[in-house]
């Protein structure tokens, strides 16, 4: 098993903030989502990105990655866990739960060493499965849920125990609330606690979905309809002219299901793309010209 340096993935340092490290994620989310990217080994990419940031996303996860980071481990470098997994005693990040990620979302996937570090539905000694923890004998986990899961209603599948089980998850079901899979556990029923799993376009805040969308300063200034992913599927929106960096636009209806559905918030955010050819030079040297320094705010 190889260590992975999570903070090299997302090229930010150890000591990156969680809105400089949330950036970074965005940004290289869009570049290789496997959907949108051409360049050779996408995917892969795709996959280690969404890897390191629901490693470094959440305290308890990163607090365990960098006990163990700081004992000089180097990319690639070959580690082998004790028994009981590292630190001796048991995982780091272990808490009440185990954690399973289901399959089919930005969550899943995740390499040896990531498990071996944080549980995903191991328990310490290489049992496989969730931890029994209540007097009837049942099993509890959490479950990583993907969003589009979550927005549509469907069957996902998990590995406990050493086999696949088909859950179905309820459209609109919230964090916090449980999924009983009769006879599953160890010696009983499998408790899930539902949790959501990261997502490379999405966050959710309440029953709303955020989401950042890139606009060239063109678009922001003149005014453009751009297609704009939601969780089902892609919309127009009309980006007023005059916006600027931060606007907040509502696409009504398009959050999370429920009694009252949420909405998606799309956040502006203005990129300058890098001129490639003498002509994009030039055309960028006709708007210093043209604007000179008086469009900045003092």
Do not use: C
């Not at 630190?87 to 289901?102: L, M, P, T, V």
Request: glycine letters at 14%; a positive charge.
């Amino acid at each position: 098993m190889q260590f992975k340096d999570y903070y090299q993935i997302l090229g930010v340092e150890p000591g990156a903030g969680e809105a400089e490290i949330k950036t970074a994620y965005r940004r290289l989310a869009r570049k290789y989502h496997p959907d949108v990217s051409k360049e050779p080994g996408a995917e892969d990419r795709f996959k280690a990105i969404n890897e390191a940031y629901e490693a470094l996303r959440d305290p308890a996860k990163r607090g365990a990655y960098d006990q163990l980071r700081s004992r000089g481990y180097r990319p690639g470098e070959d580690i082998q866990p004790p028994p009981g997994g590292f630190g001796g005693g048991g995982r780091y990040g272990s808490s009440e739960f185990e954690e399973i990620f289901a399959g089919g979302g930005a969550g899943g996937g995740f390499s040896d060493f990531f498990e071996s570090l944080f549980g995903q539905g191991r328990r310490p000694g290489g049992s496989n499965g969730p931890r029994p923890t209540t007097a009837r004998g049942e099993s509890r986990a959490k479950l990583a849920v993907p969003l589009e899961a979550v927005y549509q209603g469907s069957t996902v599948r998990i590995n406990v125990h050493n086999r696949t089980l088909e859950v179905r998850v309820p459209k609109g079901i919230r964090p916090g609330q449980v999924i009983r899979l009769a006879g599953q556990g160890e010696r009983g029923d499998l408790l899930l606690e539902v949790e959501y799993a990261a997502h490379p376009k999405f966050e959710i805040d309440g029953r709303n979905v955020v989401h950042v969308l890139a606009v060239a300063p063109w678009e922001a200034a003149l005014g453009a309809t751009l297609s704009v992913p939601t969780l089902g599927g892609s919309v127009g929106l009309k980006i007023p002219a005059g916006s600027e960096a931060g606007r907040k636009l509502r696409l009504r209806g398009r959050g999370l299901p429920g009694e009252t559905p949420g909405d998606q918030i799309v956040e502006l955010e203005v990129l300058a793309p890098r001129p490639q050819t003498p002509a994009q030079t030039s055309a960028y040297e006709a708007l210093r010209d043209a604007f000179g320094d008086a469009w900045r705010r003092v």
